[in-house]
């Protein structure tokens, strides 16, 4: 007997050349490098360039997942793209990104898990592969949430930046009795009693405007350590895995205080999580791959290791997946 398994063949990310530091923020918003590091330990971000796009993002991203993995566009059938910043109301964001990259067959389509749209379409590849229903699948969290912030608002407009990140997984038959490997487990989650906490004020349907993003800092929070717990303890038990097994916590990286409270509950030391909201700030869906390119660049992420990624976003959306590397 065999079985499949969604193997990651490559990673990738791309973040744009513009950096705006807190200093930079605070000459046009009532704010401090003080005040901003003290709250969220963001410290800059990137800014996408007039004209650059989600899906440009998106393309820098994946072409360095593919040359990662050692395969051409032509290799992939399943394109997920997790968004909320899409280029366009439609097409999606991922057939945009598909004839970009000169593919014309398989599958395309955008999440919109907010923040935990990389961590949702990761899930979505791995049951698209283990049923047979695609082979090689690029998985993407890419956002310019840069355009949808009020710069006015400085409660807001501090915590977010742009970026890309990509994931090449691909479907591999192996004996039943075969080593775990690639994606183990996903436990997915949405509320959305709790929409009006995190939500853009636009849309197509409500205002036929994009809008901005709002949110209630102080109940995002509240939620955000005990939410996270959730799933990981979820994916944990389902693989029968303790927090001392893994190798790598990658979280969003939303706020330094909420990695760093997760970590805490979920005894996971800080050696072990991985950060970037310093150099990125929130990069919503992004955040998680952009982090799991980095540690893999710097050779921190190791093959065999075991990777825990989580994420939370407006919804409420949470989600975790284990994936052994």
Known sequence: MTKIQSVVRGVGGYLPERVMTNEDLSKFVDTSDEWIVQRTGIRQRHIAAEGELTSDLALKASQRALHKAGLTASDIDLIIVGTTTPDRTFPATAAILQQKLGITKGTAFDVQAVCSGFVFAVATADSYLKTGMAKRALVIGAETASRILDWNDRTTCVLFGDGAGAMVLEAQEVADDAPENGVLVSSLRTDGTHWEK????????????????????????????????????????????????????????????????????????????????????????????????????????????????????????????????
């Not at 717990?229 to 895995?241: A, Q």
């Not at 805490?264 to 970037?276: A, D, H, M, V, Y």
């Not at 982090?291 to 893999?296: H, I, K, P, T």
Request: hydrophobic share 40%.
């Open 198 to 325: 995190l939500y853009v004020d636009g849309g197509v349907s409500s205002t036929q405007t994009i809008g901005h993003l709002r949110m209630e800092g102080r109940e995002v929070f509240k939620h955000a350590v005990g939410m996270i717990s959730d799933v990981i303890e979820d994916v944990l038990e389902k693989t029968g895995k303790a927090t001392a097994d893994l190798d790598w916590f990658v979280p969003h990286q939303a706020n330094r205080r909420i990695i760093d409270g997760a970590g805490k509950k979920l005894g996971i030391p800080e050696q072990k999580t991985i950060i970037t909201v310093d150099k990125h700030a929130n990069t919503s869906a992004a955040s998680v791959p952009l982090a799991l390119w980095v540690a893999s660049e710097d050779g921190r992420i190791k093959s065999g290791d075991l990777v825990m990624i989580e994420a939370m976003g407006g919804g409420f959306t949470w989600g975790a997946s284990l994936i052994r590397w």
